[in-house]
């Protein structure tokens, strides 16, 4: 029998967060397996670890599966797989390789409860055809004139793609009912894990959805890859400074509130998400 920790991302309490599952010892699972019990815990995904490839203490390979498939970097599973590392063998520096490349993690305490803080991999924004944002205004359910003008879509990747399309009201990002196979089929088409839907509170506050169809999930409560995404999108827009601190509010609308921060740092591309987790 396997052994599936199950921990609560970007969140202190088991009622907020984004819950993943971590298996800890991978190494006797076939994929076919990994993915089984992905399935079978049911989270948006859950994480597996196996020996590093370069055979270093505290480095380690992992995967992550949804309920229906692999996907390269989940954010919230990387959080939950270095809190699960940290109370078991301590705090301090970790290496995640993932399908995306090394994710170097940091696992502090503070106040009796422990925090992640991940390093993505170098970033990267695209351009997105305005036939394809039509595509996905219309698997929304959104007008066009409903869209942030400051924030033009853009598909952006810090391990993996993410549509990024901001609302002009935090009313229009609060409805949010779309048409999950539409915008599933555009997913697979732009080879999208999730789309990050945004509204900006200030300048340092984000609120943000997450569509996740291509996982069998109609909406992720905390996504760490997103966030990562997110920040390399405003900061090759100039639309925050090169350094800056995020917050982003997720999960309010769907009653599991999360907390993420986003550090961004003059001279480093990469994008840094912190969170905490909590066991469930």
Same mark, same amino acid.
């Given at each position: 029998m396997t052994d599936v920790l199950r921990y609560t991302a970007f969140a202190t309490d088991p009622a907020g967060g984004n819950p993943a599952g971590v298996v800890l010892d991978a190494s006797a699972l076939s994929d076919e397996q990994m993915l089984a019990i992905a399935a079978e815990v049911g989270y948006s995904e859950s994480a597996f670890l196996t020996p590093g490839p370069d055979g270093v203490e505290r480095s380690y390979r992992i995967r992550f599966f949804s309920p229906v498939a692999e996907v390269d970097f989940c954010g919230h599973a990387t959080v939950a797989t270095a809190v699960a590392l940290g109370e078991l063998r301590g705090t301090g520096?970790?290496? *995640?390789?993932?399908?995306?490349? +090394?994710? +170097?993690?940091?696992?502090?305490?503070?106040?009796?409860? =422990?925090?992640?803080? =991940?390093?993505?991999?170098?970033p990267r924004v695209k351009d997105v055809a305005r036939s394809d944002v039509d595509e996905a205004l219309a698997a929304l359910g959104w007008r066009a004139d409903e869209l942030d003008p400051a924030f033009p879509p853009r598909v952006s990747n810090a391990g993996v793609n993410q549509l990024i399309l901001a609302a002009a009201t935090r009313e229009r990002l609060a409805d949010l009912d779309y048409d999950f196979d539409r915008l599933r089929l555009l997913m697979e088409k732009l080879e999208l894990t999730t789309v990050q839907l945004v509204w900006r509170e200030s300048e340092s506050v984000y609120h943000v959805r997450d569509p996740f169809p291509v996982g069998g999930v109609v909406e992720d409560a905390a996504t760490g890859a997103?966030?990562?995404? *997110?920040?390399?999108?405003?900061?090759?827009?100039? =639309?925050? +400074?090169?350094?800056?601190?995020?917050?982003?509010?997720?999960?309010?609308?769907?009653?599991? +509130?999360?907390?993420?921060?986003?550090? *961004?740092?003059?001279g480093d591309r990469r994008v840094r998400v912190s969170g905490a987790a909590a066991a469930l």
């Open positions: 520096e970790y290496t *995640l390789h993932t399908n995306a490349g +090394p994710v +170097p993690v940091s696992v502090t305490e503070r106040d009796g409860s =422990l925090k992640a803080t =991940l390093t993505s991999v170098d997103a966030a990562a995404a *997110l920040g390399a999108y405003l900061r090759e827009l100039d =639309l925050v +400074p090169e350094a800056a601190r995020l917050i982003l509010h997720q999960g309010y609308d769907m009653g599991r +509130p999360s907390l993420l921060e986003v550090e *961004l740092r003059a």
